[in-house]
């Protein structure tokens, strides 16, 4: 007798909160820096001062994403467990209730009335508190915050997509330094951009223009104020 052969199945969603902060710290680590070394730039400052700028913009923007990533995702995890709490008090003082309500979720998804009644009980019986969890509270173990890994995800990538301009601005020549480095800025977003769709699922050309498209717009809008406040001073 033949076993049919197993059916491997990639799924994503065990990437989202570590892609999340990855892309959003990088993001923001080319966009923020860029446009920070061109908005000095525009001022008419020196090609020096335009680099010290953008290396204090690197250090104090990627202790900003991990902070405020920290403290964001923790608030989240500690809603999670709040919520996580109430449900095992609840399963300790009125389970029966608590299996009506998980079977009633079962039947509302399609699952016929006798069969949503023994798939909760099963389901209790071995794991009352993970069934409640993940079905009525939507809380797994993929989709869980983790604040410290968010955090220090958010900070390096930060990091990392800022030494990007921010290289480029030391090496352009001091004539072509906004050119080259929103050019070139503007190449890392979409490279950026594409990757991230590619690596969850979406379409590549829709990611890397959609993170373009907004870091262009943020270099523009900083570049205008650089040269206005350069012109005014």
Do not use: C
């Amino acid at each position: 007798m033949k076993f049919a052969r197993r059916h491997a199945e990639r799924h994503r969603t065990d990437r989202i909160g570590w892609m999340r902060a990855a892309v959003l710290g990088a993001n923001d680590g080319i966009v923020s820096t860029a446009s920070l070394v061109i908005g000095v730039a525009a001022a008419s400052a020196a090609q020096g001062e335009a680099v010290v700028a953008g290396v204090a913009g690197l250090v104090a923007g990627a202790m900003s994403m991990a902070a405020g990533e920290y403290v964001s995702v923790q608030s989240q995890a500690d809603t999670e467990q709040a919520d996580l709490s109430r449900e095992r008090a609840e399963l300790e003082t009125h389970p029966v209730a608590e299996h009506r309500e998980l079977a009633a979720i079962y039947v509302a998804r399609g699952v016929e009335p006798g069969l949503a009644q023994q798939v909760a009980e099963q389901l209790m019986a071995r794991d009352a508190l993970g069934a409640h969890a993940r079905d009525e509270l939507g809380i797994s173990e993929a989709l869980s915050a983790r604040p410290v890994q968010a955090a220090l995800s958010s900070a390096a990538s930060f990091a990392v997509g800022a030494a990007l301009p921010l290289a480029v601005a030391a090496l352009a020549p001091a004539q072509g330094l906004i050119p080259w480095v929103s050019g070139t800025s503007l190449a890392f977003l979409a490279v950026l951009g594409g990757v991230a769709a590619r690596v969850g699922g979406a379409a590549v050309a829709t990611g890397a223009w959609r993170v373009t498209f907004w870091g262009a717009l943020a270099m523009a809008i900083t570049a205008g104020v650089g040269s206005l406040f350069g012109a005014v001073v």
